[in-house]
């Protein structure tokens, strides 16, 4: 079972000409679920971006660490092999790559050193989440449906097993079982081995399945509330406009 | 033309006087008068034309002015038994039975035909020179009947041309085999010729490979694909193929070319697709100094189909041309083209597309796309794709990309901890497989995978 914790620090960044994120600040500790709201707009996505170092995007100031390690300084690739991983809301195709050589490539690298088997731990995941093994040997995201793609991004999670990961909208796309099984596997994960969560979402449906310990409503690139599951229903109920 | 040149009558276009390209040269090369005939006439318009140039539109990016014809000679027919030396023979055996199962194998060597095996009677393919088909002469030019430049050339200097005549309604299992070896000494010109007519509701699939005796596929470690016996031999090499598929038929046809570094390729394959007939050739592009491989596939009956595939990787300095014509000229005709390939170290690539859809061709649809993955700084791709439509009622779509190992790519395996040599590697294979796969005959999938990977500097591991 991992401690750690994930700390965002007065983060701004954005796109070049445009500071989306203005000061950011929040902390997730390992175990922990918290859910990242907000309207179109706000910067969730360009949080989930920043944080993993997708190219296109700038840092500006403040600072993330994953106890204690500058995320920031690092390239995407050993960001990930620190602990964090991002389920894309967008996950991309790769042709010709199928998942089991990228985790084959990729278990090498996971914190606490390669596991030993990835076809065993692959077939396990995809029962758990309801993962059609015909897709295992497809190509990354190729010929796949939105909710398959999610599906596919826990999947790797769950073979992976960050310390932290970011939820990019992985509730978009999915339907009502999708969204169970995705958030039950997350759930669970948060006691299995301590995953740390960052769950960035629009609606509160996927809050229902994978409860959070605490959300923050973002706004204008910055986190304008914070407070427990509540916060979530209040959201639901009233809109963004009060945080506007 | 420049003002000056008008004035004075010169034309400084005008045609070449070769000494070794003359209709002399093909009078002299053996076969049925007919054949001896067409040889001539064909040597007479050639030596009667003018070379191609860069200044011309489809010869545009090409190196057609450094290619020097004084360099070469027609060769071949000083062996008339054909002879692919004692070591290549045992490697070539071992090539063609890499491909599986097959229904008949022609080797020719340096143009002249040297095996010839079916194991399917004559009721289902007629298999052998095209001297020896009672139809020969009206087979060869059936599809390609106005020949220009480099096909003339071939006309002129084809040895034995090769027939695949697939009986109508008969069903061919496996596919036939054609290998053409290039050998012997530098400055040799090669002109091989292959005839495939699918007879009307036929099916059947031809594997048609264009090789250097001494680099490529019949290299001699069979570990390394592209290890080659010593430096190349500067060769001319000029193949020509006609695919005529009947109505209600289905041909597909794959071909490789694994010729020498310091060869000169113009291939130029021809299709004619009839009515409810479908065409699905894939080409593989690995060899050759420069090589130029022109694919003219014109739909002349209704419904008719092609899928047209293309694999390539350039590596050194090595110049890969490809210029396509999907040629709508029936209602309700599909086409499909995707050429795909890569282009290392110094190398370059050129494809340039035209679809053309003609007045009456209603209802068509065309597709033309074309993605060039550049994997060194100092390589290039130009991608020229065009579009040509007489008629409203169709649909057209093209599309082309040329660039580094795509950025979103690499982000999403790094993303997973993937480091990013790793991560280009994987995208590469993954190029390549993904396009493997879309080889029609499975017998040549394998292979072609196999000499893709070698190729691209990348295997799976």
């Keep these: ?244 | 033309m420049s003002a000056e040149a008008r004035a004075t009558g010169l034309d400084p276009r005008e045609a070449p006087i070769l000494p070794t390209f003359t209709p002399d040269h093909a009078a002299a090369l053996p076969g049925a008068p007919w054949l001896a005939q067409r040889r001539v006439e064909a040597a007479e318009a050639f030596s009667s034309s003018p070379l191609p140039t860069e200044k011309d539109e489809v010869w545009r990016y090409s190196r057609i002015d450094d290619l020097d014809l004084e360099r070469f000679r027609p060769t071949g027919s000083e062996h008339p038994g054909g002879d692919p030396g004692p070591s290549s023979s045992g490697r070539l055996h071992a090539l063609v039975d890499g491909l599986g199962a097959r229904s008949g194998l022609v080797v020719t060597i340096n143009g002249v035909l040297a095996t010839l095996s079916s194991s399917v009677g004559d009721d289902v393919v007629v298999l052998g020179r095209a001297t020896d088909h009672p139809e020969g002469a009206d087979l060869l030019g059936a599809v390609l009947a106005d020949p220009h430049d480099f096909p003339l050339l071939n006309d002129a200097f084809a040895i034995d041309p090769v027939v695949i005549d697939v009986q109508a309604g008969a069903t061919v299992a496996d596919p036939v085999v054609v290998v053409h070896v290039v050998s012997g000494a530098a400055g040799g010109a090669v002109f091989p010729r292959t005839v495939v007519r699918t007879g009307a509701g036929a099916t059947a699939g031809v594997i048609e490979i264009v090789v250097d005796a001494d680099s490529g596929l019949l290299a001699d470690a069979p570990t390394d694909l592209f290890s080659s016996a010593g430096p190349p031999v500067e060769r001319l090499v000029v193949p020509v193929t006609e695919l005529k598929v009947g109505d209600g038929a289905s041909l597909a046809y794959v071909s490789i070319q694994s010729l020498g570094g310091a060869t000169w390729q113009m291939a130029h394959q021809a299709s004619i697709i009839g009515a409810d007939a479908t065409l699905s050739s894939y080409a593989v592009a690995l060899g050759g100094s420069y090589a130029r491989l022109r694919t003219d596939s014109a739909l002349m009956g209704e419904s008719g189909a092609s899928r047209l595939r293309a694999a390539f990787i350039g590596r050194d300095d090595q110049m890969l041309d490809f210029r396509t014509l999907q040629d709508h000229r029936a209602p309700r005709t599909t086409s499909d083209l995707l050429f795909m390939g890569a282009v290392a170290d110094r190398s370059h690539s050129v494809y340039s597309g035209l679809i053309r859809v003609r007045r009456g061709a209603v209802k068509s649809d065309a597709m033309q796309t074309n993605h060039n993955l550049v994997l060194d700084e100092g390589a290039h791709a130009d991608s020229v794709p065009n579009l040509d439509i007489e008629e409203n009622d169709v649909k057209c779509s093209h599309g082309s990309t040329v660039g580094p190992v795509d950025e979103d790519q690499r982000y999403y395996l790094e993303s997973r901890g993937i480091e990013p040599g790793r991560a280009e590697q994987l995208i590469v294979a993954g190029f390549f497989e993904s396009i493997a796969d879309q080889v029609p005959l499975p017998g040549a999938r394998d292979l072609i995978g196999r000499a893709l990977a070698e190729r691209s500097g990348v295997s799976h591991g």
């Design chain 1, 1 to 244: 079972m991992s401690t750690g914790e994930l700390v965002i620090e007065d983060l701004r960044a954005g796109i070049p000409g445009r500071e989306i994120l203005q000061g950011l600040s929040l902390t997730v500790r390992s175990g922990e679920v918290h859910a990242v709201m907000g309207p179109n707009g706000s910067g969730k996505s360009t949080l989930a971006h920043v944080l993993m170092g997708r190219p296109g995007y700038e840092v500006l100031g403040g600072s993330v660490t994953l106890d204690g390690i500058d995320l920031l300084a690092l390239p995407t690739w050993q960001r990930a092999r620190a602990g964090l991983f991002l389920a894309m809301q967008h996950p991309i195709e790769v042709p010709g790559v199928s998942l089991v050589e990228s985790l084959t490539a990729a278990r090498q690298t996971v914190p606490g050193g390669p596991f030993p088997d990835v076809l065993e731990r692959l077939n396990a995941e995809a029962a758990r989440i309801s993962f059609d093994e015909r897709f295992l040997d497809r190509s990354l995201n190729v010929d796949l449906s939105g909710g398959e793609r999610k599906r596919n991004e826990t999947l790797q999670l769950g073979v992976l097993r960050p310390r932290f990961a970011v939820l990019d909208e992985i509730d978009s796309g999915l339907d009502v079982d999708a969204l169970a099984d995705v958030g039950r596997r997350v759930q669970e994960a948060t006691s299995e081995w301590g995953l740390g969560v960052l769950a960035i979402t629009h609606f509160r449906r996927l809050l229902d399945v994978l409860r959070p310990d605490v959300v923050h409503v973002l706004s204008g690139g910055r986190v304008v509330a914070t407070g427990g599951a509540e916060l979530a229903e209040i959201v639901d109920r009233t809109g963004y406009a009060a945080y506007t």
